[in-house]
Structure formats: structure tokens, C-alpha cells
T-cell receptor
């Protein structure tokens, strides 16, 4: 689930593990989705995106899965590294809108 | 480095004051978006400009205004500042106006209102 403010959901993993970060989006008609990574003190950094006509998209060490039936998006990070530690946000774009709606974020902590 | 620049990086001011935040989009990007990020509200969309014209408006207060200049840089003006306006303000840019593409974020301006 999602939390507000300092009470971000947190995922703690060991270096080398695979990580899965989940996101429930709100609008069943949203046609574009993005995952961003935000490190402390920095701006959100693009990781990967997917359009609603796809179920899966792969990047370098990352995979995004889209399940439109249950309005669920997930980000899989393979062989997680300490440098992956950050807050991860999903964002959706409803049809007819030019802007993104962001989720509250999940904090990923990777231990060496 | 996303290619989006923002100044200043930090800003400390007092309640009631007015400040201006500046953003330069990535080369070739025509759309600029402003977001506010606070601890209790997450990333909130404020306003979008495309090629000099306002394109979309989000949760932007009447005390806040923005504009995009002919050289495509944008400024966000915050006036009559309140303690609750303390937040990170991000600018993002994209090539087109429709939103179905990646928005690239700048490093942000951290505003502290005392």
C-alpha cells in the first residue's frame, strides 16, 4: 500500500537480490506510465516507461510490468546494488491530460 | 544530468515575501512543468507551459504564477509566502505538449520560509 509523508513504504533487500516495487494506479483509462528514481537531495530521474498497449517492457536491469485488469504497475530491478537505494515513484497519465499523476513513492534500501 | 537546470538551488526567505524560481529546459524541449514536493503531499503538479503558453493547471495557488519566455526558460513566482510553502520545487521538461512521453526533471530548488 501507499503511505504519506515520512511513512513511505520501505523495501529492504540485500545486494544482489532482485527487487520488486509495486504501485497501484488510480485511473483505469491511463495510457502512459513512468517509473522514476529519486535519490536524496536530487530530482526524480527517469528509469523506464510503458504505454497501456503493452504488458511488459525491459530495460537495463529493470523490467516494468503493467496489469490493467487490477490497475497495477510493478518495477523489477535485477541484481540490486547499493546505488539503487532511493525512493521510487510511479506516475500515470490519464487520457486527455498532458500531465502526470505521481504515487507517494516507495523507499528501497539495499544493504551491502 | 537531465539537461534541465534550475536556480537557485536553495532559497531561505521570510513569510510575506516574494521569490522567483528559474528553470531552463533541455535543449529542444518546448514543454515545461512545475511541481511542488513536500513531505506530506508528495509530488504535486502545479502548472505546464508549452511554447510560451499555459497548457495545463494543477494544484497551483492563486499566490503563485508562472510564465515561459520566448527563449523557453520558465519562471515560477511565489508571493505572500507562508510557512507551508516550504518545499522542494521541481521543473521538468519534455519535447511535446501531450504528456505521453518522458518528463525530465531538474535538480530542484529547496525553499525554506521562516
Amino acid at each position: 500500500g501507499e503511505s504519506v509523508g515520512l511513512h513511505l513504504p520501505t523495501l529492504s533487500v540485500q545486494e544482489g537480490d532482485n527487487s520488486i516495487i509495486n504501485c497501484a494506479y488510480s485511473n483505469s483509462a491511463s495510457d502512459y506510465f513512468i517509473w522514476y528514481k529519486q535519490e536524496s537531495g536530487k530530482g526524480p530521474q527517469f528509469i523506464i516507461d510503458i504505454r497501456s498497449n503493452m504488458d511488459k517492457r525491459q530495460g537495463q536491469r529493470v523490467t516494468v510490468l503493467l496489469n490493467k485488469t487490477v490497475k497495477h504497475l510493478s518495477l523489477q530491478i535485477a541484481a540490486t546494488q547499493p546505488g539503487d537505494s532511493a525512493v521510487y515513484f510511479c506516475a500515470e497519465k490519464p487520457p486527455g491530460y498532458s500531465t502526470l499523476t505521481f504515487g507517494k513513492g516507495t523507499m528501497l534500501l539495499v544493504s551491502p | 544530468d537531465s539537461g534541465v537546470t534550475q536556480t537557485p538551488k536553495h532559497l531561505i526567505t521570510a513569510t510575506g515575501q516574494r521569490v522567483t524560481l528559474r528553470c531552463s529546459p533541455r535543449s529542444g524541449d518546448l514543454s515545461v512543468y512545475w511541481y511542488q514536493q513536500s513531505l506530506d503531499q508528495g509530488l504535486q503538479f502545479l502548472i505546464q507551459y508549452y511554447n510560451g503558453e499555459e497548457r495545463a493547471k494543477g494544484n497551483i495557488l492563486e499566490r503563485f504564477s508562472a510564465q515561459q519566455f520566448p527563449d523557453l526558460h520558465s519562471e515560477l513566482n511565489l508571493s505572500s509566502l507562508e510557512l507551508g510553502d516550504s518545499a522542494l520545487y521541481f521543473c521538468a521538461s519534455s519535447t511535446i505538449a501531450g504528456g505521453g512521453e518522458t518528463q525530465y526533471f531538474g535538480p530542484g530548488t529547496r525553499l525554506l520560509v521562516l
